[in-house]
């Protein structure tokens, strides 16, 4: 027997074998693998459904957080905006509030120098007038002490009433 030739009997079980290997294979083996692999296909296929899926959320994501992210710095120039007028509004008003109550108190400041000096002046107008007074009478007291010029004064006085002359 050569090695090349096998002999028949042992072809035939060799051949019988691989048969009912092959049969076995067919029928148990190759199915299972096929489900294995087609399980597998679609494993991957979903998987890959799913990473896309994955990917189209994550940019929806980003759009929106982009957005969100917007709409936060509009909010918060538009507080700094609200904030800086409410700032320039108190401001201006605690200035005018200021400026009015300097002018009151302005005001309050001349009508008190207003009343010291109506006051002041009276004073000394009375003043000048108890002096006048006093140096009247002096001077009066002097030229009243003779006769004639008494009558020279009353006449004088009664002239300036017209009412004319008295005692001559």
């Known amino acids: 027997m050569s090695l090349l030739m096998p002999d028949f009997g042992l072809f035939f079980w060799m051949m019988l074998s691989f048969g009912i290997v092959v049969f076995i294979l067919v029928k ?36 929106e957080a982009k957005k969100i992210q917007d709409e936060a710095f509009l909010n918060r120039k538009k507080i700094l905006d609200e904030t800086t007028e409410i700032k320039n509004a108190l401001i201006k008003e605690a200035k005018e509030k200021a400026f009015i109550e300097a002018e009151k108190i302005m005001e309050e400041a001349k009508k008190q120098i207003r009343y010291e000096k109506m006051m002041a002046l009276q004073e000394i107008k009375q003043q000048v007038a108890e002096i006048s007074i006093a140096v009247s009478e002096k001077l009066l007291q002097s030229k009243l002490n003779d006769k004639p010029a008494q009558m020279e004064i009353i006449n004088r006085m009664l002239e300036k009433m017209d009412i004319g002359k008295f005692g001559n």
Do not use: H
């Not at 096929?34 to 929806?60: P, T």
């Open 28 to 63: 148990f083996g190759f199915p299972a693998i096929l489900q294995m692999i087609e399980k597998r296909r679609s494993y991957i296929e979903e998987s890959l459904l799913e990473a896309e899926n994955a990917r189209k959320e994550l940019e929806e994501i980003k759009t």
